[in-house]
């Protein structure tokens, strides 16, 4: 066999090769398993926003409050339905703070937004924490794919429900939510649903999509 042949069967052998391994990548199953009801919720820690700070340094992880209910809200300063959602859970988590409640908005805003951050804060005069995520790990772990969402997770850490886009939260069943998970009776004696009920008919919650090429 001449040198030229062999140099063409290295090649091909290469080249076969070369397929495998492609075939393998593109076909394997991916490493991250899907986030499921029921699964434990994924911890993180992340800064906490601080106007009094010229950087913030003050963080907050998620397994800081295990034995409470809470709510991770991801959001941005550039979602409507994030505005429009804003009052409504203020409301709830100053309702619900004393009974277990305790909420994380975490914000995907670009690193250079902290003055806009702090802007949507005050205008809506949230005393929640707020959490900076410009990085999105927290919202990368959570599988998210749109703003708001937000997730609700137990006192021992487990995921309970995903709510895509913004909800009223001042309606009675996110209350019984919260007092069904901390172990107190809502009153009715009747089973608290996950969830609004919607019609077929109904449209869908609106979502603001992370801007293309960000994320």
């Known amino acids: 066999m001449s040198a030229l042949r062999r140099y063409r069967g290295y090649l091909l052998a290469l080249g076969g090769y070369a397929l495998v391994v492609a075939a393998i990548v593109w076909f ?6 899907p986030l499921r009801v029921g699964s434990e919720a994924p911890d993180f820690r992340l800064p906490v926003l601080d106007d009094s700070l010229p950087q913030s340094v003050e963080t907050r992880a998620l397994s800081d409050l ?17 505005r429009d959602e804003s009052p409504s859970l203020q409301r709830l988590y100053r309702r619900l703070g004393s009974r277990g409640l305790e909420v994380l908005a975490v914000s995907i805003d670009d690193s250079g937004a902290l003055d806009a951050v702090s802007e949507f804060r005050d205008e809506f005069g949230l005393t929640f924490p707020i959490l900076l995520d410009p990085a999105r790990t ?4 959570y599988q998210s ?4 969402e937000t997730f609700v997770i137990s006192p021992d850490g487990q995921l309970v429900e995903q709510v895509v886009g913004p909800r009223d939260w001042d309606q ?3 209350a019984a939510l919260v007092d069904r ?6 009153g009715s004696g009747r089973s608290v649903p996950r969830s609004p009920e919607r019609s077929s008919s109904d449209p869908p919650a609106p979502v603001q999509r992370t801007p293309e090429g960000e994320g």
């Open 66 to 82: 295990r034995g409470r209910v809470v709510f991770i809200n991801f959001w941005a300063t550039w979602c409507p339905p994030c």
């Open 145 to 148: 794919t749109g703003v708001p």
């Open 181 to 186: 998970l901390v172990g107190k009776p809502t």
């Open 28 to 33: 394997r199953p991916s490493l991250t398993p």
């Open 138 to 141: 927290a919202y990368r772990a």
């Open 172 to 174: 009675p069943l996110y």
